[in-house]
Structure formats: C-alpha cells, structure tokens
C-alpha cells in the first residue's frame, strides 16, 4: 500500500529541547516536502527536496531543518522549539515533474511547544 | 507568486442539500487544481484534480470544473451527508513549483452537515 509515514502523530515538549518528526515514504519518490498547518493560513511550505542530498526552503523555513540523506527518508528537525511552533505538520512526497502529479500526504502530526 | 482564494467557513447546511465552496486562484503559469479533504483528526485527501481548461474532476459525488476564463475552480455536490463534514482544500501547482510538485493551498473551508 502506498504510503507517506509521520512519526510521532502527536508530541507535546518544551521550549528548547530539540526534536525530530520522521517521515518515510514507500513509493520511491523523487520530491518530498514539509508543510505546516495553522487556523485561518490553510497549509504553508516550510521545506522542500528534489531528491537525496538536494533541499531548499519553503515559505516558512525559519525554526527548521531538514536532511535527505536517503530517498525515502526526509525528518523534519526543530533545534530549539518555540510555543509559535505549536502546529499540525504534514510530510507530503510525489515522483516528480508532471503535468497532473499526485502529491502524497501523510497523516499528520500535532506538535504542541510549551 | 501563486495564491489561492477560498470562500470562508463555516458552511453549515441540513442533509441532502446543495452544496458550493468557491476558489479562485492566481497563477503564473498554467497550473493542475486539486480538492484536498481533511475528516476530523485524519490528514489530507486527495478529493478531485484536473489538469486543463475545462476540466472536470469528480470523486464521490463531489465535482469541480477547471475555469480558466474566471480562474476559478468552484466546488460542488448536489446532495451533502453528515460524512461530508470536513475541512475543504482547494490547491493549485504550476509548473514553477517544481515541475508541479508543491501545492500552494487555500485557507480551507470548513463544512458542517446536520441530519
């Protein structure tokens, strides 16, 4: 079954102490990306990758990195966590430039920074 | 750069209603359209896409029409269930996003149905 796999589904931690959201996916696909999701902005790109070892900034990078090392693997790392980091974050992949290409989501993980 | 307009929920209709939710959208080249759904506490679904003018996509009574004289991509269904209670994404990638794949989304529309 094709999937794009986020975990954990829901974290609540501190300020400041570091955390990885991993995400995986099993259809061999080239791009995968980060979104986050906040009330009333809809879903904003926080960071991007065209395949291993080549990402880029989203719209919203800030507070975030991301590493490629493996296709299927992309984390999603926050350093030092922030409360205006609390969202719900979707991982997302797809195979790659095409008219019409489906984008993947994953279910989702809420993230709660006190 | 892209941008995409939702109308703003909620949307509150009685079962077996009519219903819309309007999109509109900006682009700078030519983009695919999508629908994307999320029930309470799940993550997104793909509804419905379409990749050309004129367009039409559907998928469980659900049906959008690719406009590209008004840039719109309204959605609509002609009789709602409680089920379809959800937040509604429209969302567009053009060429630019890396070859369509990013999406740029709206705000999100929720929709509540009551028996």
């Known amino acids: 079954e094709a999937q794009v796999t986020q975990n954990p589904r829901y974290l609540i931690t501190v300020t400041g102490k570091k955390l990885t959201v991993t995400c995986s996916q099993n259809?061999?696909?080239?791009?995968m990306s980060w979104y986050r999701q906040d009330p009333g902005l809809g879903l904003r790109q926080i960071y991007y990758?065209?395949?291993?070892?080549?990402?880029d900034k989203g719209d919203v990078p800030e507070g975030y990195k991301v590493s490629r090392k493996e296709k299927r693997n992309f984390p999603l790392i926050l350093e030092s966590p922030s409360p205006n980091q609390t969202s719900l974050y979707f991982c997302a992949s797809s195979f790659g430039p095409g008219l019409g290409n489906t984008i993947y989501f994953g279910e989702g993980s809420w993230l709660t920074v006190v | 750069g892209d941008s995409v307009t939702q109308m703003e929920g909620p949307v509150t209709l009685s079962e077996e209603a009519f219903l819309t939710i309007n999109c509109t959208y900006t682009?700078?080249?030519?983009?695919?359209l999508f629908w994307y759904v999320q029930y309470p506490g799940e993550g997104l679904q793909l509804l419905l896409k379409?990749?050309?003018?004129?367009d039409k996509g559907s998928n469980k009574g659900f049906e959008a029409t690719y406009r590209k004289e008004t840039t719109s991509f309204h959605l609509e269904k002609g009789s709602v269930q409680v089920s379809d209670s959800a937040v509604y994404f429209c969302a567009l990638s053009d060429p630019g996003d890396m070859g369509y794949s990013t999406l740029t989304f709206g705000k999100g529309t929720m929709l509540l149905v009551s028996p």
């Open positions: 379409a990749t050309k003018a004129d």
């Open positions: 682009a700078t080249g030519y983009p695919s």
């Open positions: 259809m061999n696909h080239e791009y």
């Open positions: 990758s065209m395949n291993v070892e080549v990402t």
